[in-house]
Nanobody, 113 residues
Framework: QVQLAESGGGLVQAGGSLRLSCAAS????????MGWYRQAPGKQRAMVAIITRDGTTTYADPVKGRFTISRDNARNTVYLQMNSLKPEDTAVYYC???????WGQGTRVTVSS
């Protein structure tokens, strides 16, 4: 059974920081890719950042230089450190192995101006 548990979201002012965590089941975490995705109100879900099993990372242009994805293989956990947050980062954030899911419940991030 696939299990994903995202946490760490909340309300923050513009310029602030949050750290998201995603605890994944072993079968999910051993995928070649793990990533963070977000869905803003009225928009489609989009890739934020991806990390491979060996630690290679890829970022969407809007978050480059502000967000950092990392993973702890011993804990089957993926993190997303978000700095210099902007109102346009407001969304529900999900982790998964691809843009096609599967999905957990996500964690909501709201950035106020």
């Amino acid at each position: 059974q696939v299990q994903l548990a995202e946490s760490g979201g909340g309300l923050v002012q513009a310029g602030g920081s949050l750290r998201l965590s995603c605890a994944a089941s072993g079968s999910m975490f051993n995928s070649n890719f793990m990533g963070w995705y977000r869905q803003a109100p009225g928009k489609q879900r989009a890739m934020v950042a991806i990390i491979t099993r060996d630690g290679t990372t890829t970022y969407a242009d809007p978050v480059k230089g502000r967000f950092t994805i990392s993973r702890d293989n011993a804990r089957n956990t993926v993190y997303l450190q978000m700095n210099s947050l902007k109102p346009e980062d407001t969304a529900v954030y999900y982790c998964s192995k691809s843009l096609f899911g599967p999905w957990g419940q996500g964690t909501r991030v709201t950035v106020s101006s």
